[in-house]
Structure formats: C-alpha cells, structure tokens
C-alpha cells in the first residue's frame, strides 16, 4: 500500500459494521488542530487517494503544513460525486455518447466508457414561465416543457438506463441544488468499506449551496466535470482560507436574503476569488442550514470557490428533519468527531485573513439592478432609482406625484379625466408613448386602463435554490400574502408574476399551512418546479406590455428572489433587475413600481382609501417559526424522495433505445455528436505559436458568461434562429439556447450574440464584429467564419473578471468552435479559465499594470503570440506582437494561466476530453 495512504489508515465501527478510513489524527509532520476545515478534508482527500502519481507525498505535504500565506502549488482533487443540472448534463451526455462513438470507430468496446464516480443529474433548467397567474399555469408549462424538449429528455432517459453509475431526476422535481441539500447530500459517505467526507464537483456554479450542509463541492464547468467523470483528479491552486466571522442575531424585520446580499457586498469588497470562505463565530449558532446554505450559495457571486460551514449538531438537527437515515446520522456524527471534522465552536483556526460581520446590523436590502453585489438598503432604493436611471440608461427621471390616483386608475378607473407624464387620455393603437417626461405608456387593454413608465415592474418571481430552500423566507411570503388579501390589496396587473418552487416538499408545506391559497390570490400561482426566471426562463411578457416597453423604450424592471441579475439574463426586455427576499418580492408586486421607498411609503390603498404600509402586512418571527413548526415534516421529505427518480407519465413513456451507442438523428436540431472528437489521432500534432491573429472580439470588464454564452430566447434574425429556419424550425418552436446545447451548430451560431454586449470595435450594441482589412460589419459568428475560411486565427482582448458568471461550458466550447485561439485579459473568473484550458483555448493574462487600453492597442491589430510551441510550462512568460494597420508595433508580454504540467497536457491535446479519450485509447 501507498505510504501515506498507509501511515493514516485507521479503523472505526460504527452501527456495528468496521469501516476503513484515512486518520487526520497523529500525522506524521504535524498536528491539524489549527488547520481550517475546509482544508482538512482536502487533506483527507489526498490522503486516501494516494497513488505516488498524480497524488503525490508533495501533494500530501503541501496539505499538511498549509499556512495562512497563499502558497502557489496545485493540490488534487477527487470528488466522491457529481451533480449536474440539464442545461450543462446534456452537453456533458452528448460528449460522453461521442465518446462513445469515437472509441467504438477505433475498435474498441463502447461499454468501457462510462462514469468511474457517481453522477446524480437533475432536470430543472428547461421549464419556462408561459403561463402565469392561474391555477392550469402548471400543467401548461408542464405540457409545453414536454413538448419542447422531448428530444433532450430521450437523450437523458438513454444515459439515466444506458450509462452505468449515472442517475437522471426527470422534470418536475425541484432545483438540482436543493434536492441535493435535501437529499442526495450524505454528509459522510459509505463506499466499498471506507468512511469518508462526502464531497462533490457540479456543473453548475451554485454546486457550493451544499457547504450549507457540512459537504465540500463546488461548480467546475462541465468540461472538467466531464473529465473527472472519467477518473480524473481536478487540479486547482492551493487555496487561501478566508474566515467569515459571524456575530449577533437577524433582526425580526430582515432575512436570509437581507444577509447573504449584505455578505455578498462585503466578501466581493474584500476581494475573495478563488479563495476558501469558512464561517464561524458565535453567530453561526443562530443560523440554521437552510440560513447556511443560502449564505453558501451565493458563494459565485461572492467569487470564492466554498463558503464552507462546518457539521456540527446542528447539521444533525437538519438531516434528521429532512428525513435522512438514524444510521445515517450515526455515521455522520461518530466519523466527524473521531476524525477531527466536527465544529464545536471552541477551535483555534488560522486563517488567511478575516471578516467579521454583526447580523444585528442588517437592515432591508436588495441588490441590483444587474450586479448581485451592487447593495441598496431598501429604504434608499426611491432616492437612488433616478441616479440608476440616469447612470444606466443616461435618462432624467422624473417621479410620480400621485401615488393612489395611479394604483387607482390601474385597477380600472376608465372614464376619469386623468394625466400622467402629458399622456393623452384617448390613444390610438391602445397606447401612445410620451417622450416628455420620465418615458410613459398608458395601456388601454380589455376593459383597463393602466400607466407603465420607467421603474415599472413587469417580472415578480419567487424562485431560485437560493431562498426556495429556505422554509423561513417562503413561509415569509406566505404569510405576507395572506396580511396583504385580508387588507384587500392585490398585486398590479401589469406584473407578470409566479412561484417556481426548489423542490414539492414545498408545496406541500404552503398547502398545510393553507398559504398557498394566499399566495394564488395575489397570482403567485405555482408555474412549474425549476430555476425559470433566475436563468431566463421567464417566458415572453404579455404582448401588450411587451409592445409597451419596446415602443415606449421604457426601462422596466423585475424583483425575483435568485442569485443573478446579469444583464438580459432575467428578460431581454428587462433592463433593471434586483435580488431580494421572496417576502419582498410579494411586497413590491403590490406596489408594482420600484421607485418608492417600500419601508416608509404606501404599498397602495385599501378598498376604503386607507394606506397600507409594509409594517402592516410584516409577519413576525415568532408567526413565522411557529408556522414552520406546525406545516414543515419530515414525512413531506419522505414522501417526495421516495420517488424522486420515477417521473411523471409523460417521463415513464418516453421510448429510448439502450443500444451501447446513442442513436443520433441525423435530421435533429436538438441534438448531434459532439464535433471534438472524431476522427481523433491517437498521436499529437505539436503546439504551435499562434501568428498573424486578428481580434474578433474586444471587451471590457467584467464580462460574464451570460454574454459569451448562449442562453435564453432568441430571434429569427439572429444567426442561430436563421439556422433553425433553415432547417424547417418556425419561429414559434425555436425554444431557449439552452434547450438546445446538445446541438453545436446552434449553440456556436449564439455565442457572444448577447443583445447587452459591447465589443469596442464595432459602434453598435450586440454580438457584432468586423471582418479586417474589409472593415465588413456582421454578426460575431458571420464575421468568425469568415476568418476560417482565410485560415485566420482569432484572439479576444478583455478586461478585468473575464467569464465571471454561471459555469457555462458553452462559453469555452462555442469560443473554440469560432476558431478563438487564445483570451488576452486582465483576468479570469476560475471557473472560465479552466474551462477555456480543457477546450484547448489559451488564457493569456497582461502582466501587471498593463491591459489593452494602456498599451494603446484599439483591436484593428494583428497578433503574433510566441512562446507556446517551446518549454511551454505553467504561468509561462509569451512575448506578443500586435501590429497596427498605420505600421505602429506594440510588444508586450503576456503570463499564460495555464496553472500546472496537467494543464500544459490538456492544452497540447486540444482539450481534456481529447487528452482522457487517447489515454483510453492507449491503456485498453
């Protein structure tokens, strides 16, 4: 046996069954008392993986005697599991049954590609919000999730029965973080006769909510996830370990959200990238799991890696309520405190560095309107909307002055002689844009008469992992709701509003508690179970408002209860979005307008001319715990789990076939074999310097994912809805980007088209792009192929937090489909930069002090990049030349962020799935 593995090998019985496990007590080299415990499980990990190869003694001792400075060392890891959802799972299933294929085209036995580790994966990204505010939304979104996407399903259907060591949760269940906060999650894993911290990677960036819970897991893009699927370890830097120091209680009248949105500010202040968050201090007492994992899952938006919360009994309280085993339980408990895993609140930790934060000092909080850690207090949000107005959209805003003659007319106050922002009464084509004031529309529709105008909201969704999970904050609203109809309010018509719960435990609770009556009355009906509006799934607005906002060229906005609020992420219509509490979100759909201050100003007025306050319809936090205590059960646990893989009867009766291979449909627009793969040499061509590149793309900060990657609905005059045209696919069934990232030819045709983003060389917004020396205008993928023709390779210039954002492997797979080469930033989002290494994309960053702007470079340029083809070795120095067209010569350096030798393998061979398809092919 390994030496290390055999130094810690140490036996423990538990239930009456003796377990092996790897011993964090008496190390050789040190005790691990002041080691975070974060570490300390990566420690574990290394350990009990041992093989003197890709985990080496160094590996071990890098671990061992980890130190609060950072280190700059890569350490393995080897998650016991894996999650995906099926915006990522699918692309993932059509690499692995390409795989498939190609291994089978060289001979050999397709049956021997499978996944060597679990993988649970959850379908909850493909509902969309088409129906709203009626008690037959569900079934309709249903029916049309169906209808949609049958094609993705029989693929997932092939993996869940063809695929060994790979189970599908089929539609209609819940959100893939909070079933696995609720169930997959064991806290302590039982395998093959050894004990061991459960742990986890997902292909999705919200992976870490389940830190909440005592697991380590965090989001990798479904590249790498691919790869570790395969036996793989996932290399990453030595982390620091930041301490989050918890004191105080939340005040009565704030929430979870109040407290992870006010975190979020902090940690992204703090500067938090890359690095380990673990909580503690007195205040984490207070906190119960679901508080916990929505502090966790925010953990991409604070750009840490975990915020990790150690098992303690409380853990314990959680499992047990959520149904998990007693002897379950027993394991998790007599493991963590045997092998020094368990929180009791007296350590003596060293961390990295600190960050202390008071709960007490919470006040009402959103964040918006397109940045998750872009704080305002609640009652600041009225004063400070004319300064969003103008910075965002260089608008004047101009506000209402009569509160209740508005609500008043919006319930259909038709006849009276009334004027808003020089809005004529009488409009023709049922409404008329005022271009005078603050933008203005009145809507005459079906028997109402309404005013939409700047600030308007037009999307209210209680949704996402982030709060669904949390009984707390969705009880909350409930019981808001029910205040606000015994007031006589209702939510304003213009509001498309819904409930899209994480998982049906939820459901059940609202109905016993009778909450979901409430919640009907104000609209928030449920519309399916699923992220939908937190990913774009919000479905179209109705046609009146949607003809309104276009025409009028309002800035209307949404409030949902997610974790994102990117740019023409929630609604390419919706161009300000804000993050907030599910209560809130009821709260702000009554009053149907976000220029207001909610704490002081009326929500609206009663059926008697009374003004009802906030204050008026705040359950209290005694109502709210006695409620849970009452209607949450464990049975309610039991009952959704036990069936959590058996589908509806539309799932039971899809018809796949089990061959070895997939059977792919040559005239599918849903799904084809991954491009990567075939025809694929078992020797490699040598790396080459990338000469004479143009740029096809130049950016500024913060560009995220969502702007590279496809996702959301798209339009017939887009390059991706021309294709689908071309293929006999009307426009009405085009569907979302991501329902179809099974299929390439869509997906390469979406990516950088995103409506929001601004490539500096082109005047107009979009994805656009020019053909050099033509100085030809067209789309990014036009122009792209255009330079394939002509053998050009292609370069992105960017700023600071390049790919920050959802781990979406299609911004890497779609960049190297377009012929990119390699990324010149300032930086890279973590997960993003790896992704582009695992697709054979160089990520090249400007040595310090330097970017684009300040080297004069305007992207008219052409690149030679030097250094690759020779020695290439991790954080390499490459020389670049970019050469204008007026003769100007620019040199500068550029350190190459390929982070380690596994790396530097990936690179060479185009892509880590290449890279584990010739070891296949090599050693069987």
């Known amino acids: 046996m390994d030496t290390s593995k055999a130094k810690s090998l140490q036996k423990l019985d538990v239930n009456g ?27 574990e990990n ?26 700059d060392k890569d350490i393995p890891f080897k998650p016991a599991r894996i999650l995906m959802q099926d915006f990522t799972g699918v692309p993932a299933v059509v690499d692995m049954a390409s795989l498939r294929a190609e291994y089978v085209r060289h001979g050999k036995d397709g049956q021997k590609i499978n996944p060597a580790i679990p993988v649970d994966l959850v379908i909850d990204h493909s509902v969309q919000v088409d129906y709203f505010g009626t008690d037959y939304s569900y079934d309709k979104n249903v029916q049309l999730e169906y209808d949609r996407n049958t094609e993705r399903y029989e693929l997932l259907k092939w993996a869940q029965k063809g695929l060994r060591n790979f189970t599908v949760v089929p539609p209609g269940m819940g959100i893939c973080h909070q079933v696995n906060l609720e169930y997959l999650a064991k806290g302590v894993i039982s395998r093959e ?17 389940v830190n909440g819970i005592g697991v380590i897991g ?37 929430t979870a959200t109040d407290m992870v949105l006010s975190i979020t500010k902090i940690l992204r202040d703090k500067g938090v990238v890359g690095k380990f968050v673990e909580v503690f201090g007195e205040g984490l007492d207070n906190l119960t799991v679901t508080d916990r994992a929505t502090i966790s899952n925010m953990s991409p938006e604070f ?33 963590c405190k045997e092998n020094l895993l368990w929180r009791t609140g007296n350590e003596n930790i060293q961390y990295s560095s600190l960050v202390e934060f008071d709960l007490s000092t919470l006040e009402p909080t959103v964040s918006g309107p397109k940045r998750p850690q872009d704080k305002i207090i609640v009652k600041e949000l009225g004063s400070k909307f004319a300064t969003l107005l103008d910075k965002e959209h260089n608008r004047e805003y101009q506000p209402f002055q009569d509160r209740r003659e508005a609500a008043w007319l919006a319930d259909g106050g038709s006849g009276t002689e009334f004027t808003f922002g020089k809005v004529p009464l009488t409009a023709p084509n049922n409404f008329q844009v005022d271009k005078e004031a603050i933008q203005s529309v009145r809507i005459k529709h079906k028997n109402k008469e309404f005013i939409l105008s700047d600030g308007s909201i037009v999307i209210a969704a209680i949704t996402s992992c982030t709060n669904t999970s949390n009984p707390a904050v969705m009880i909350g609203a409930g019981l808001l709701a029910r205040n606000a109809v015994e007031k006589g309010l209702r939510t304003k018509s213009w509001v498309k509003t819904s409930l899209a719960p994480g998982s049906k435990v939820v ?59 990117f740019e023409a992420r929630v609604h390419p219509q919706v161009k300000m979005n804000f993050l907030m509490s599910p209560m809130l979100v009821v709260a702000y759909a009554l009053v149907g307008r976000v220029d207001i201050n909610l704490l002081e100003d009326p929500l609206d007025y009663d059926p008697n001319g009374n003004p009802v306050y906030l204050k008026d319809i705040w359950p209290s936090r005694e109502e709210i715990i006695r409620t849970i205590n009452d209607c949450v059960k464990q049975e309610d646990f039991q009952e959704v789990y036990d069936v959590i893989f058996d589908g509806s009867t539309d799932w039971q009766n899809l018809q796949v076939n089990l061959e070895q291979n997939y059977e792919w449909k040559s005239d599918s627009t849903y799904i084809k074999e991954s491009p990567f793969f075939e025809g694929l040499k078992e020797t490699l061509n040598p790396v080459t310097d990338i000469k004479d590149a143009r740029v096809l793309l130049y950016l500024g900060d913060s560009v995220t994912t969502d702007h590279i990657s496809p996702a959301g609905s798209f339009r017939d005059n887009t390059s991706a809805g021309q294709y689908l045209l071309a293929h006999d696919v009307a426009q009405a069934d085009f569907n979302s980007y991501g329902s179809r990232r099974g299929n390439h030819e869509v997906m390469m045709r979406g990516t950088f088209a995103n409506v929001r983003i601004k490539n500096k060389i082109v005047e107009k917004e979009g994805g656009y792009s020019i053909y050099f020396p033509d100085n030809e205008v067209n789309t990014v993928y036009e122009t792209a192929m255009a330079y394939q023709k002509d053998h050009t390779p292609l370069i992105v210039l960017a700023g600071k937090e ?10 890497a797979k779609g960049t190297f489909l377009l012929g990119i080469k390699a990324v010149i930033a300032e930086s890279f989002e973590r997960i993003h930069r790896s992704n582009l290494v695992g697709m054979g994309v160089a990520p090249l960053v400007f040595v310090e002090g330097q970017n684009a702007e300040s080297l004069g470079l305007d992207g008219t340029e052409t690149f030679t990049i030097t250094g690759l083809a020779e020695n290439l070795s991790p954080h390499k120095l490459l020389d670049v030349k970019a050469v204008h067209p007026s003769g100007k010569v620019t040199d500068f350096k550029v350190k190459a962020r390929l982070d380690s030798a596994i790396e530097i393998e990936y690179y060479k061979n185009d892509g880590i799935l290449q890279y584990v398809l010739r070891e296949y092919l090599k050693n069987n």
């Open 193 to 209: 006769g050894w004990l061991f911290p459960d742990s986890l990677v997902g292909t999705d960036s919200h992976t870490p909510m």
């Open 17 to 43: 069954t003796t377990y092996h496990y790897s011993s964090l007590k008496n190390l050789p080299g040190g005790s691990v008392d002041h080691l975070p415990f974060s570490i300390r499980i990566l420690l």
């Open 46 to 71: 290394v350990l009990r993986n041992f093989d003197g190869f890709s985990i080496t003694d160094e590996h071990v001792n890098t671990l061992l005697h980890w130190s609060p400075a950072p280190v």
């Open 802 to 811: 390049y790919g920050s954002g959802s781990s979406r492997d299609w911004a």
């Open 507 to 565: 459901t059940q609770y609202l109905e016993r508690a009778g909450l979901n009556v409430d919640l009907d009355a104000l609209r928030f009906h449920t519309v399916g179970y699923g992220c939908t509006s937190c990913i774009g799934n919000s479905g179209p607005l109705p046609p009146h408002i949607a003809e309104a906002v276009d025409k009028g060229e309002l800035v209307v906005a949404s409030v949902l209860s997610g974790n994102r609020n």
């Open 218 to 254: 965090w989001g990798v893009g479904g590249i790498e996830a691919e790869a570790a699927m395969l036996g793989q370890p996932i290399f990453f830097t030595c982390p620091e370990v930041i301490g989050l120091k918890l004191t105080g209680n939340i005040p009565d009248t704030c």
């Open 303 to 335: 750009g840490c890696t975990v915020t990790y919360f150690p098992i303690d009994n409380r853990t314990l309280e959680y499992m047990h309520a959520t149904n998990r085993s007693k002897e379950q339980i027993e394991i998790v408990e007599t493991y």
